[in-house]
């Protein structure tokens, strides 16, 4: 087996946790970091088969250090373990080519499987992660289609904490303009008449647009 590992991880017990199990498989770790930029060195200075990355870590994250190995060539598969479960993390993850994405409480787990894929040039991705992504996507509130393009627009910015001011700005409408299809999105929607009420919503379902 033998692969050639490098394992980065800003968590120590992690970090040790990760090493000793895969030494125990017969994994070769050649090399450990605690931060992004010394993993990234380590992966150009050894060209390890496999790296296993924690996506957040100082100087540079899991997907930035995946980024940059896509972009210069670099032959090392790339694996990211991570608390996350974001569909843009999950999207920027495939694009960037890399061989796994998992969960840190399953990693030790599902740590070699992933490593066996990889070596095959296969992808393996956490079901967990796909099956919350589908919970997520199926999750789509049915009320959502009533709306109009121009509505959707708006309920987007408000998701981003946008004022009608901002909005209407943003949008070149009136001030008026907004508040009007606030009121028709608020009945739509079935929502109650609080100021707050449609900000809550939108920022609970931006995924969905």
């Not at 033998?2 to 125990?24: C, E, K, Q, Y």
């Not at 589908?134 to 946008?162: A, F």
């Not at 907004?178 to 739509?188: L, M, P």
Request: neutral net charge.
């Amino acid at each position: 087996m033998n692969t050639s590992i490098v394992i980065a991880d800003d968590h120590p017990l992690m970090l040790r946790g990760l090493t000793d199990f895969l030494t125990s498989k017969g994994f070769r770790i050649v090399g450990s970091a605690e931060d992004g930029n010394s993993a990234y060195n380590l992966i150009v200075k050894l060209k390890p088969e496999i790296a296993i990355l924690d996506i957040r870590m100082p100087y540079k994250t899991g997907l930035e250090i995946a980024e940059a190995c896509q972009k210069n060539n670099l032959p090392t598969k790339v694996i990211l373990i991570t608390f996350d479960k974001e569909e843009e993390l999950y999207e920027q993850a495939k694009k960037y080519n890399v061989y796994g994405y998992i969960l840190k409480e399953f990693a030790i787990e599902e740590i070699e499987i992933c490593i066996n894929h990889a070596i095959n040039n296969k992808r393996y991705f956490s079901e967990e992660i796909a099956s919350y992504l589908n919970h997520n996507s199926n999750n789509k509130p049915h009320n959502l289609d009533q709306l109009t393009r121009s509505e959707l627009k708006i309920v987007k910015l408000i998701s981003e904490n946008k004022t009608s001011n901002h909005i209407a700005e943003e949008l070149s409408i009136s001030v008026r303009t907004v508040d009007k299809h606030r009121s028709n999105i608020v009945s739509k929607l079935k929502l109650d008449n609080k100021p707050t009420s449609l900000a809550i919503w939108a920022s609970l379902n931006k995924q969905h647009f």
